[in-house]
């Protein structure tokens, strides 16, 4: 499992991201995402604990802790299945031109 840490500086990267949580525990991993167009931070990042109790103690001290000049959110992360199937590109509602002839 994973913790989501949103609402991060655009200047945060993964080493400052690893040290903050490593008061917590092991860190096994530190995801940024960034912006396929631009590059650019997402302004949100994912961190992998060595331990649910790591995780636990991390999500406690952390969620609402202000770093950077921003008000973290931080919780445990949500598999991506469960984000919803109705957003995304070329679904419905770009057809209706078939039947004009």
Do not use: C, H
């Amino acid at each position: 499992m994973s913790i989501y840490v949103g609402n991060l500086s655009y200047e945060v990267t993964q080493d400052t991201l690893s040290a903050v949580f490593a008061e917590y525990g092991t860190v096994k991993r530190v995801q940024l995402p960034t912006d396929r167009e631009t590059g650019q931070p997402r302004g949100f990042g994912f961190v992998e604990m060595g331990t649910e109790a790591e995780e636990a103690a991390a999500i406690e001290a952390l969620d609402g802790a202000e770093w950077m000049g921003r008000d973290l959110k931080v919780n445990k992360a949500k598999p991506r299945e469960d984000r919803g199937s109705s957003g995304g590109r070329g679904g419905y509602g770009g057809g209706g031109s078939r039947n004009r002839y």
